[in-house]
């Protein structure tokens, strides 16, 4: 009898709905917010195998409603991983340089002082890498530079004898020098002593002995001049 008298129950019975719905509307924003924040806490440890996963959870929050979105607690973990991929990406990238500066530089058979250049820029790459980079170069790698940076280093002593060894067979035999070879032979003496103990070692004992000899003659002619101006002088004198 008192149901009678309610004018407006299709009105409740709407509302009931409404709220029904809403209610029904909610729990679905929760649920799709709720499975995109299990997307990212999947993500875990960001390392450059992350980007899969990265990607499945942007394009989850994406999708998602501006309401659900708000749900999603988790978007500040998304944001700081996709900025640790792009790091990662980015110190990949710079430290894939040195093997490619590497391998373009000749074996170690074949290389010579020519590729000198090349050798010092692909270590200089690797120098100009930060700690990050530098664990991403791997160490057969840097092998392989170390090698060529040795061969380099002997091919330049290599050269250094074979010019001080060449400037010393090119000085006229003992009896044929006069003091204008006087400068060939400080040249080449000066060459001699700026060689390592090692690099001397390497000389062929007759080319010392020869230098050695050539340096003691060019002293006698150098003593011989100067006693002839001094006498020179004394006649002038008279």
């Not at 074979?162 to 020098?177: D, F, G, K, M, Y």
Request: net charge negative; with cysteine; glycine share 2%.
């Amino acid at each position: 009898e008192q149901k009678g008298y309610v004018t407006n129950y299709e009105v409740l019975e709407q509302a009931e709905n409404t709220l029904a719905d809403l209610l029904t509307q909610t729990d679905a924003d929760k649920a799709a917010a709720f499975n995109t924040d299990l997307l990212i806490y999947d993500i875990g440890a960001v390392t450059l195998e992350s980007k899969g996963a990265i990607d499945d959870a942007r394009a989850a929050y994406d999708a998602l409603t501006d309401t659900q979105k708000g749900l999603v607690t988790a978007l500040p973990i998304l944001e700081a991983a996709e900025t640790r991929y792009a790091e990662l990406l980015a110190d990949q990238s710079a430290s894939d340089a040195v093997p490619e500066h590497i391998c373009a530089l000749p074996s170690l058979e074949e290389i010579t002082l020519d590729s000198r250049e090349q050798v010092e820029a692909a270590r200089a790459a690797y120098e100009a890498l930060t700690d990050t980079q530098k664990t991403m170069v791997a160490e057969e790698t840097l092998e392989i530079l170390a090698g060529l940076e040795a061969r380099i280093a002997e091919l330049l002593d290599e050269e250094a004898i074979t010019q001080v060894e060449e400037e010393i067979s090119q000085l006229p035999a003992l009896e044929e020098l006069t003091l204008e070879h006087a400068g060939a032979v400080d040249t080449a003496w000066a060459h001699y002593n700026a060689l390592s103990e090692e690099q001397k070692a390497a000389l062929p004992q007759e080319i010392i002995d020869k230098l050695q000899a050539a340096a003691d003659r060019i002293e006698v002619l150098r003593s011989e001049a100067a006693d002839q101006e001094t006498a020179q002088q004394v006649i002038d004198q008279i």
